[in-house]
T-cell receptor
Framework: AQKITQTQPGMFVQEKEAVTLDCTYD???????LFWYKQPSSGEMIFLIY??????QNATEGRYSLNFQKARKSANLVISASQLGDSAMYFC????????????FGRGTSLIVHP | EAGVAQSPRYKIIEKRQSVAFWCNPI?????LYWYQQILGQGPKLLIQ????????DSQLPKDRFSAERLKGVDSTLKIQPAKLEDSAVYLC??????????????FGPGTRLLVL
């Protein structure tokens, strides 16, 4: 069975500052993928970034980067230069090669960006 | 490219009534997912289809929930009869491929269900 843990229920950051959202995972699969999604108050889940378990470099997508530490089973999301529009819920998710690649989500972290 | 479409966006029903949600995935996407997201929690997968076949429905309460994707395109999720604890957002998502750890899901706007 796979499990995602997000221990920060809420985070606050000043506009233009960087923020790190934590995610740890547990799986017995050797091949797996890690994802981060953003969910604004409107409700739609927006894909942000993907990291494969065999990827040697950390993934980056614009202001988003994923700090992947395989030995620690962590996949933290780093948002640089925070903007007011970044205020939302953020979810970490994974898919493992076992069990038909069923996706598993964490409970999420609420991020509030202050002006 | 059109995104994942869902309807209705909002639904209020009384307990023991039935309700149905519709989802149309991104054109060409083989895999379709239905999730239940209770307030304050992450999405929980209810059912995953590959084309018109079920890949996983282990978390679908089959005594009251049913889902179909008859022609391998759009899908319907039904609850009959509804309970108070079914109040949640129902999210539909789709992905291009059949299987793989890298398959990215794209979500619709969701249907907010309130059961009174």
């Amino acid at each position: 069975a796979q499990k995602i843990t997000q221990t920060q229920p809420g985070m606050f950051v000043q506009e233009k500052e960087a923020v790190t959202l934590d995610c740890t995972y547990d799986t017995s699969d050797q091949s797996y993928g890690l994802f981060w999604y953003k969910q604004p108050s409107s409700g739609e889940m927006i894909f942000l970034i993907y990291q494969g378990s065999y990827d040697e470099q950390n993934a980056t997508e614009g202001r988003y980067s994923l700090n992947f530490q395989k030995a620690r089973k962590s996949a933290n999301l780093v948002i640089s230069a925070s903007q007011l529009g970044d205020s939302a819920m953020y979810f970490c998710a994974m898919r493992g090669s076992g069990g038909s690649y069923i996706p598993t989500f964490g409970r999420g972290t609420s991020l509030i960006v202050h002006p | 490219e059109a995104g994942v479409a869902q309807s209705p966006r909002y639904k209020i029903i009384e307990k023991r009534q039935s309700v149905a949600f519709w989802c149309n995935p991104i054109s060409g996407h083989a895999t379709l997912y239905w999730y239940q997201q209770i307030l304050g929690q992450g999405p929980k997968l209810l059912i995953q289809f590959q084309n018109n076949g079920v890949v996983d429905d282990s978390q679908l309460p089959k005594d009251r929930f049913s889902a179909e994707r008859l022609k391998g395109v759009d899908s319907t999720l039904k609850i009959q009869p509804a309970k108070l604890e079914d109040s949640a957002v129902y999210l539909c998502a789709s992905s291009f491929g059949i299987a793989g750890v890298q398959e990215t899901q794209y979500f619709g706007p969701g249907t907010r269900l309130l059961v009174l």
